[in-house]
């Protein structure tokens, strides 16, 4: 079964996901608090308004309602309003119109709030009709109002044979007014209250929050202020925020329950809204405060849980890449942390010293194996020296003792030094000379020997004795006496894919490696047999110091080829 591919995060990754997680959830929680707080205030903002637009139009329609009541009250049988209607007298209609005007100034004098009382015989001899004004001037507005009001009560009312009352809603020059018209007997009694005084309750809003307040018709329209900005009402709007003119405005209006008319507001948005900076401010501190308690929150996680674990991390790679007297601080709050981090060191330190003495038993056992291979080389060459020295000594050729003694002396002096040091290549050589000085004088003007190492390579570090082993093997099982016997060694550089290689070449002339030589050494596993010690040995040396860097290649081309192949390194200082 296919093992799942699970991605990692790193724990500061989850830090900062669960962070900003629970920033966005608080963010978003904040939100919806703030919405629906403001919301709650804008529909309380909004009633408290309704409210005062309520009281507004009740005191309005008791008002007119009282008044009325005392019309129906005194007219209903009046002398003076039967006269009107019925009397083709001159007179007796003068007399009976003055009497209404002084009734009509009485109860006008009662009330600040009536413009004027009025009363109108349509089917009367002159279409009389009869009204006291406030007396504050404005004939022309007067003008104005007479003739909507005959208009309105000569087209709409009479010809309809209206039986009750209504209102009539009327833009006389500057201002505007709400008309109530009663019909008593076959008259229309009505009273006149200026916009104005209507809206005057709503000045305190019209002063405070931006707000103007406004008297329109079932229809729409405007009757006062009059302004053109105010021409996009529309009452179906009642509780929305509209656009006028580029800017939002709160729109609130309530219908009388009288008339056919609404009084209403539009408040600045901006400034029902100003109300709620407390709460915004409130919310803004809270988002700030939610704000700084996660950065709190998150430097404190940081360096309680993530910095004792990322040192943790950090001391785990130094440790893998083998620095074992690493000491991690113990320093977190957390005291299974600290505990954990003591564990680990006591752990690392006790992993440092039995590497220490696993590395120092493999040392010492690489020097007693050394040792035994240096060792190995030895005798194959040494019974032979003797003998050619005791062959000398027999015929006294003593000269030739002294040179076969000393090379024999330089020989054994590089034979025996420190197993586990590495030579140059110039020393090497310089024991392969000897060797084979002692090799020509036990077979005089039978070997032809010839060095080529470029100078290059002179300086360079190989372990001892791998040179010196495949000329051994040459002499011994190259060199007959039936030939001129020839053995040739070349040393350069090479390079083998952007690497740096030493290639010693030694070729002799003699009969070449065995077919079962080249099989065993090219599966990686040469024969115990007799001229197989030496290659076992170069081979088991070079795979101690360089792994499997190095190579011995064996082939034949007229006679052994051997090519070894080192990585290129110098002799320090």
Known sequence: MKKRFVKKHSLIGWLVSISLALLGIFVLAMAVFAKISLDNLMEQEIENQKSVLRLNVENIDGTLSSLENYLLQTFSNSEEVVRIETTLDGTLLS???????RSFKRIISWNDSLEFLFCYSP???????????????????????EESVREYIDGSLAKNRYPGDGYLLVNAVDRGYVIRIYKIRNSYFGMCVDAETVLEPLEELDSTQDCTAFLCGTDGTVFYPKESSLEGIRVEDNGNVIILDGEEYLQLNYL???GDFYVGTLTRAEAVTRQFHDMRRLIAYSVAGGLLFLVGMSILLYHTLYRPIRSMETGMKRVGSGEWNLIVKEDSRIAEYDSMIRNFNEM?????????????KELEASKVYLQYLQLQVNPHFYLNALNIIYSMAEVRNFELVQEMTMSLVEYSRYMFREPDSMVTISQEMEHVDNYMKIQQLRFPNRIDYQVFISSEIEEAMIPPFVIQSFVENSIKYAVSFEQHNVLSIR?????IEKELFVRIEIRDNGTGYSQEVLEMMEEGAPTDGVRQVGIRNVKARLALVFGEAAKVIL????GAVTILLIPLTWQEG
């Open 348 to 360: 690392v330190s006790e992993i440092g010293k039995l590497k220490i003495q696993k590395y120092e």
């Open 256 to 258: 009388s329950g009288e």
């Open 555 to 558: 082939k034949n081309e007229d």
């Open 491 to 495: 040393g350069r550089i090479q390079e």
């Open 95 to 101: 007399m009976a119109k003055q009497s209404l005007v």
């Open 123 to 145: 089917d009367s001899m002159e279409k009389t009709l009869v009204r006291v004004s406030s007396g504050n001037g404005r004939l022309a507005e007067w003008t104005v109002l």
